[in-house]
């Protein structure tokens, strides 16, 4: 895995750790085009873990093609976080784990409407690990830190 950017290895690990904002997923939908779009995600084994419904077009058009790229960043200034292309692979034997994972990271009450229905989908998840090829990161800390004075 290549890595640019200002942060070393462990610094972008400890940010994607950390990171609680949805993914930035880009794939190739079954046209061809480009498409964004947001999902849940937990970083564990130098890949990222994201879950979604078997039925949901994300996880045809990552069977049909699954090369893609990923930004993790705050909307809030000062603005950091990484971005990167890689690969991804499904695991339909993981889904309801990783859904089971991703509740607590986003702050996901079990007996929530939305933990009910989370819970209720788990047979239908499937995991989706993306494996970088490449990463890099930014931070603009330093350059914003006075943006307010």
Same mark, same amino acid.
């Given at each position: ?12 690990? #400890? ?15 079954? #046209? ?20 979604s #419904? ?10 049909? #093609? ?21 690969v991804?692979?499904?695991?339909p ?21 939305l ?35």
């Amino acid at each position: 895995m290549k890595l640019n950017g200002p942060w070393n290895l462990g610094d972008v690990e #400890n940010f994607l750790a950390k990171a609680i904002v949805p993914a930035r997923i880009a794939v190739v939908t079954g #046209n061809g085009a480009p498409l964004v779009l947001s999902l849940w995600f937990l970083y564990h084994e130098r890949a990222l873990w994201c879950a979604s #419904n078997k039925r949901a077009r994300v996880i045809d058009w990552l069977t049909r #093609n699954p090369d893609c790229g990923f930004e993790i960043a705050p909307d809030a200034p000062p603005y950091k976080g990484v971005r990167g292309q890689g690969v991804a692979t499904l695991h339909p034997e993981e889904g309801a784990r990783i859904l089971t994972d991703l509740m607590p990271r986003y702050q996901i009450r079990e007996n929530s409407r939305l933990g009910t229905m989370l819970q209720k989908s788990m047979p239908d998840e499937i995991a989706i690990r993306i494996t970088p090829r490449w990463l890099t990161s930014w931070d603009f800390s330093d350059r914003m830190a006075d943006k307010h004075e």
